[in-house]
């Protein structure tokens, strides 16, 4: 049960949000329960169609500092965030992925840079990417140019409550992926000021059953909204052509693996119409074009 007596100190909200994702949740709930401060709250959100195990989890967890919530229909990633946000009792908050998780000095660091950038609506700093296999340390970006792809940090790093509302939240019609993306490029447009720290923030784990890999095929729609929504940043049409060889681009590769020609010579003659050649895009037009036998021998290794 959650206990206003251990809230009451409470300076920072942390959001949980679980769909399907059981593997690592427990991992996630611990990395803030273990944090070196207890000036934070948490809201752990169940969206609805989450799977059994992930139900199993969040019906017998209980900690007094987290409250739970489950939504009544299915919110998808961001949605989903934003209803632990309107949860929240505190002026600032901070998103945690159920498949990733926080350094131990996470909210005690967040808390110092609040301290000490009264003027600041968001706090920003390098994220370390993991896997079973590596970790590598993703620095934030000055340049506005990554704009035309992703944001310019970890897209879930500490906002300003206030400063969440007063953008608009994130965009409802971009129901798969990608809402935090539009975010930040909003917060970018309307200048407003962060600060920065050079510890690392957020431990993000490299999966291959992310929500983004789940969702390929929704990347040209989500693209399209992108633009749509932003024609001030995209007026340029060197960043607008960035933006979509960026996408289909990557269509393309994906398509590919999948073994998938067709589509992915569709993709790639997409990208090539806002880009340039690459190997790959061109290793897939030929591709389009073999025999299946041809094609066969050269998933087999024997044609080159």
């Given at each position: 049960?959650?206990?206003?007596?251990?809230?009451?100190?409470?300076?920072?909200?942390?959001?949980?949000?679980?769909?399907?994702?059981?593997?690592?949740?427990?991992?996630?709930?611990?990395?803030?329960?273990?944090?070196?401060?207890?000036?934070?709250?948490?809201?752990?959100?169940?969206?609805?169609?989450?799977?059994?195990?992930?139900?199993?989890?969040?019906?017998?967890?209980?900690?007094?500092?987290?409250?739970?919530?489950?939504?009544?229909?299915?919110?998808?990633?961001?949605?989903?965030?934003?209803?632990?946000?309107?949860?929240?009792?505190?002026?600032?908050?901070?998103?945690?992925?159920?498949?990733?998780?926080?350094?131990?000095?996470?909210?005690?660091?967040?808390?110092?840079?609040?301290?000490?950038?009264?003027?600041?609506?968001?706090?920003?700093?390098?994220?370390?990417?993991?896997?079973?296999?590596?970790?590598?340390?993703?620095?934030?970006?000055?340049?506005?140019?990554?704009?035309?792809?992703?944001?310019?940090?970890?897209?879930?790093?500490?906002?300003?409550?206030?400063?969440?509302?007063?953008?608009?939240?994130?965009?409802?019609?971009?129901?798969?992926?990608?809402?935090?993306?539009?975010?930040?490029?909003?917060?970018?447009?309307?200048?407003?000021?962060?600060?920065?720290?050079?510890?690392?923030?957020?431990?993000?784990?490299?999966?291959?059953?992310?929500?983004?890999?789940?969702?390929?095929?929704?990347?040209?729609?989500?693209?399209?909204?992108?633009?749509?929504?932003?024609?001030?940043?995209?007026?340029?049409?060197k960043r607008k052509r960035k933006a979509l060889y960026s996408v289909y681009e990557k269509?393309?590769?994906?398509?590919?693996?999948k073994r998938k020609r067709k589509r992915a010579a569709f993709y790639a003659k997409i990208?090539?119409?806002?880009?340039?050649?690459?190997?790959?895009?061109?290793?897939?037009?030929?591709?389009?074009?073999?025999?299946?036998?041809?094609?066969?021998?050269?998933?087999?290794?024997?044609?080159?």
């Amino acid at each position: 049960m959650v206990s206003n007596k251990d809230l009451r100190n409470a300076k920072i909200s942390v959001g949980i949000t679980a769909y399907k994702n059981s593997k690592y949740l427990l991992e996630a709930l611990n990395s803030l329960i273990n944090q070196s401060v207890d000036s934070w709250e948490g809201i752990f959100v169940l969206d609805k169609g989450a799977d059994l195990k992930t139900k199993k989890i969040f019906n017998s967890f209980e900690h007094p500092r987290i409250l739970k919530h489950k939504c009544s229909n299915h919110k998808g990633a961001e949605q989903a965030r934003h209803e632990a946000i309107k949860l929240s009792s505190t002026d600032w908050f901070f998103q945690l992925d159920s498949d990733d998780k926080i350094p131990p000095y996470a909210i005690s660091e967040i808390l110092n840079k609040i301290s000490e950038s009264p003027n600041a609506e968001y706090i920003y700093g390098p994220t370390m990417h993991f896997s079973k296999k590596s970790s590598y340390i993703m620095p934030p970006s000055n340049d506005p140019e990554v704009l035309t792809s992703s944001a310019l940090f970890s897209a879930i790093m500490p906002i300003k409550i206030a400063m969440y509302f007063r953008i608009g939240g994130y965009a409802k019609e971009l129901k798969y992926f990608a809402a935090d993306w539009d975010f930040w490029l909003s917060v970018y447009e309307k200048k407003i000021v962060g600060a920065e720290t050079k510890k690392i923030l957020y431990h993000r784990r490299n999966h291959a059953h992310n929500v983004i890999a789940r969702n390929m095929s929704q990347w040209p729609d989500v693209i399209n909204i992108i633009i749509a929504r932003h024609p001030k940043f995209f007026f340029n049409n060197k960043r607008k052509r960035k933006a979509l060889y960026s996408v289909y681009e990557k269509l393309a590769r994906h398509y590919r693996i999948k073994r998938k020609r067709k589509r992915a010579a569709f993709y790639a003659k997409i990208a090539l119409q806002n880009g340039a050649s690459t190997t790959t895009l061109q290793e897939i037009l030929i591709e389009e074009k073999m025999s299946k036998v041809r094609y066969a021998m050269r998933l087999m290794g024997k044609l080159l």
